[in-house]
């Protein structure tokens, strides 16, 4: 199983940016997807969850900011920022978990991250 992001770069203060992420392998159920953030020096946080049946959780410092979403049929979860502060900078890492084929339990997967800079 691998989770791939896409998206990110450099933007303005105030201004959107979208990042998403793919899960690919031998899957066969996905349950929660979600983004979380680490800036440098600073612990990996929470940014927001959804659920398989669309129930989203953000946290407060992106709430009414960032908009989460998935489509189940092709196993991605995708991350609108709009509104962007120089605090939004950060590594942002998608997380999914899946139950593979041979598992019996799901487990939780990581992609590689990607960057995501706010800037004058």
């Known amino acids: 199983v691998h989770l791939v992001e896409s998206g990110g770069g450099l933007v303005q203060p105030g201004g959107s940016l979208s990042v998403s992420c793919a899960a690919s392998g031998s899957i066969l159920s996905i349950s929660g997807m979600g983004w979380y953030r680490q800036a440098p020096g600073q612990e990996r946080e929470f940014v927001a969850t959804?659920?398989?049946?669309?129930?989203?959780n953000y946290a407060d410092s992106v709430k009414d900011r960032f908009t989460i979403s998935r489509d189940n049929a092709k196993n991605t979860v995708a991350l609108q920022m709009n509104s962007l502060k120089f605090g939004d900078t950060a590594v942002y890492y998608c997380?999914?978990?899946?139950?593979?084929?041979?598992?019996?339990?799901?487990?939780?997967?990581w992609g590689q991250g990607t960057q995501v800079t706010v800037s004058s």
């Open positions: 959804i659920t398989s049946g669309g129930v989203a």
């Open positions: 997380n999914a978990i899946i139950l593979s084929r041979g598992m019996t339990v799901y487990r939780p997967y």
